[in-house]
């Protein structure tokens, strides 16, 4: 059976529009309750940016045989045990019959600091990954198959995440892949790494311009880091679930 992608280029496209668009509203509330905004943070903590491709997931697990799977998506019941810390609170759950198909992180970054968010969000990828598998290894979601596991992330494409960027490492030279990179690309090698070493079923970058809010424009810096390869990634694992119980 042909894997359904729940028309994901339409859906992503208003899911975009409404990153954008909901940014937007939370700067104009905070500017007429006379509330500085401080350093876009209005934006950042709006909480609903990303609600566009929480339902866009929610789709194609139910179209690829898992309508019936319990889809977690408030916050109360988005926590999963760790290893390292008590419990994670993750962006999207899929379990099904006592079983953890996947669980799913959506983040954001827009400037103008790109620098120190990046290596929030990298520490922040890495630090989670690590702590889900050593909880799955030790048993924490009980005796099942490797749940799938995303990252997706979505960033500003503008002159500050596109300009090269030096690094000061003076004992010892940076990875070539990193000398001189945009953040743009340090987050397209993140993610290629992270599916590499197997954190993460799969990783993906999305770029988009605030110029391109109105039609919904986004980029991609490499097919391995597309959105249509996590999607595509995601509808497998589901369908592959689901032919399990048939």
Known sequence: ?????????????????AFWGNREKARQKQALAGKADQ???????????????????????????????????KRAVLTLPGYFRPTKLWDILVIHEGRLIAAIELKSQVGPSFGNNFNNRTEEAIGTAHDLWTAYREGA??????????????????????????DSSPHFPVFKEFQGASYLKRYDVLCQR???????????????????????TYGQMSDMTSFKTFVTSLAGHVASEAARDA
Not at 1 to 17: H, Q
Not at 54 to 65: P, R, Y
Request: glycine fraction near 10%; aromatic fraction near 6%; avoid cysteine.
């Open 39 to 73: 350093g876009e943070r209005a934006g950042v903590t709006a909480g609903k940016n990303m609600d566009g491709f929480v339902d866009l997931m929610i789709d194609i697990v139910k179209a690829n045989g898992l309508g019936h799977a319990k889809i977690h998506q």
């Open 1 to 17: 059976m042909a894997l359904d992608l729940a028309d994901y280029e339409r859906k992503s496209t208003e899911a975009i529009k």
């Open 194 to 216: 992270l599916m590499q070493e197997q954190l993460y079923s799969t990783a993906a970058l999305m770029t988009s311009p605030r110029t391109g809010a109105a039609p919904g």
């Open 141 to 166: 979601f009980g005796k099942q198959v490797r749940p799938f596991v995303g990252w997706l992330m979505l960033v500003e494409d503008a002159a500050g995440s596109r300009m090269p960027v030096r």
